[in-house]
């Protein structure tokens, strides 16, 4: 009996070292392709990522992460509930075992395991989840989160987030959605980026992707660009090669068939190569886009107007909101459609009669909103305004006004549902819910608008306008308008964007616009600042919305240099920008051929890939400004220049810069406004007059010695042989006259 006890025990201890043995990973699964090396052990810890070519391990080794994790909200099983608290748990795989191209994946405590597709192809390893399996005698599996792979990337030079790519000079580690639905994040931790792949079932459960990607930098793209092909994705590689992808746009909001020929002389002047309509050119509100009385035959007017603006040489952009519609629009008003998104939902607790302007409701109000323009309810058909509410008991809403937005009141019985209205934080729209078919019957809509009227590149305007899930829905509503438009947009821009985005906006946003007094400031602050974080994700940013300022008492207006330095930060970063088009504030402003002309040499630049790498980063110096002239030679040439000013003892009226070239100190100034005279205390000997370089114009009036009187109009240079200093000196004390 002894013998045999101690028999069972050396067998007892061998088991449990074997399994020990087992539980740290001897034994290994490795999925591969001709440029990736994946280890998992059996135990469910990711070991390593080879990147074949270099033989590089991508893993910050030895961290011991799961490769598989499933989340539920609190446990379901009634062992776990009983035993843990009632809380979000996290089960970390603790099994993996391969079956062909599967994986079975198992998870501590809970009894089910996943089922995981493997998609081993040349240029990537796709994972999909399959199903859940319950175990013997388990009822079905409740997951509410899976991460479908999570790896501890090593730290390399960039990280680009919207993409979820790690990469440096050589290598690109990247973990990006096959499908609209895998939730893609990321968490730094020291030394390393976790970069995770996930599926959330309030989004969808089964057949959830990813694709992992390990490539040489410079042919990240191109495996991309094969993922897209093979899970039929938007193009969104095949958009960023295209020739026009750094083009600007003229962009208008009041183009119609009267005027759209004055329109393509201004964008034209400014050599754009594009023009984007905002659709408040032709309809009167988002949703069912009613048409404007400047459109009176409809889609023929927008089909002539998009025609006309083709002739011209330019291509054509449609830039909607999309995923929600204005107050005014049949889906708000007279009867609100059912579709609409309400934010929160409450109870009525006592009946309601048609002309009671107390509401009250079984649940606390607290925290509702208490922004004008967005405190409205909806209850049935009808809408009703609240000015405040209680938030204890018996809770109300108080001041309420029935039947606001046209809708008409109603008395409504005791339990009755109800909720807040989702009204945008741009208190003129209405959110759509995201989760029925209101979204695809605009999408519809949309799709029809852009190929009848011939338009091919659009911008998602309020794409942050949608309810949760934000990093799906923000996505979703986009892939319901895009899917549908035919052709596929050269390129597209949006207001906001995630994950899977990246495959439709292949250009990132614009900013609002800024006034000329901070435009510099808010260019280097904003765009300049999102630039270098666009470019990690293999994107540009259009620098724009400019705006366009007619110099008055309370603004200097737009001039030349402000444009000059936008457009030439943007360039820096191959960036294109846009500016919001005014036919009158065109005409008034004194100085809009000079405005035109100085956008016209920066497209030229951009559209012949004129500047070089060095200049690129010379441009990127935020605090050095720059000019683009015309040399002699009739070429571009690219110098520094810096401001005076203080120029004419504080007068705001006239702008002067000064700059060096070929060993010569030139100036280059101009007035704001209109066309007058300044006066500096300079000898006419040492003065040359310009209209451009090599171009010189005598000095007619004014010649006094010690001084000199020039025009002030337009934009004028002057070469000198004085100091800078000297320069300087003397538009500092210039005298301005009529």
Known sequence: MKKLLIFLTITAHIFLLACNNNRSGTEEIVIENEMTRLVITNDGIVKSLIHKATNEECLEVGQKLPAFTVTQYHPYKNEIKLAYPFRETEFEADSVRRKGDKLIVGFELVDFEAVIDLNVKAQYIGLSIERFVSGEGATSPKVDEMCLLQLPVRKREQFGSWLNVMRGDETAINLLATDPYAKIDSEERQGFRILKAGMVSEVKQESVGAALITAPTN??????????????LPGG??????????????????????????????????????????????????????????????????????????????????????????????????????????????????????EDTTI????????????????????????ISYSGYTTTRPYKFTGCTRGVLNTTPEAHPLTHRFGLLDVDSWPKFVRFNQNTSIQDEVAQRLAELYKKAGFQFVYFDGAEDVHPPYWFNCSRAQWKVYKRLDPEPLFAEGAAKSHFSWHMLSRGNAFDTFRPEVIKEMTRKHPAAEAPMMKKNFTGLNFGWLGYWVPGEGTVGTQPDMLEYVTSRAAAWDCPISIQAGLEKFKKHPRTADNMEVLRRWEEVRKNDWLTEEQKEELRNLDQEHILLINEQDAFELVPYDRIRNLANGSREVRAFTFRRNGDLYAVYWHISGNKKIRLPLSPENITLLEGMGQEISITDGKKGASVTLPAGKRRFIKTSETKRELVAAFEKAEIVP
Do not use: C
Not at 222 to 230: F, H, K, L, P, Y
Not at 255 to 275: L, M, S
Not at 363 to 378: A, F
């Open 219 to 232: 042919k990240l793209l191109d495996q991309i660009a094969r993922v897209e092909e093979d899970y039929n």
């Open 237 to 354: 590689v095949k958009n960023r090669r295209d020739k026009m992808y750094n083009s600007s746009y003229y962009w208008s909001g009041n183009v119609h068939t009267g005027n759209v020929d004055e329109h393509i002389r201004y964008a034209r002047k400014a050599g754009f190569r594009t023009f984007m309509v905002y659709y408040t050119a032709f309809s009167e509100s988002p949703g069912n886009f009613p048409w404007r009385e400047t459109y009176p035959n409809g889609l023929e007017d927008l089909e002539k107007v998009v025609g006309r603006i083709k002739e011209a040489g330019m291509i054509p952009g449609l830039h909607f909101h999309y995923n929600k519609a204005g107050k005014s629009d049949p889906y708000v008003t007279p009867e609100p459609d059912p579709r609409l998104n309400l934010r929160r939902h409450f109870t009525l607790a006592s009946p309601l009669g048609r």
């Open 360 to 383: 009250f409701t079984e649940e606390n109000p607290e925290g509702t909103t208490t922004q004008d323009g967005r405190r409205i309810l909806r209850i049935g058909n009808e809408l």
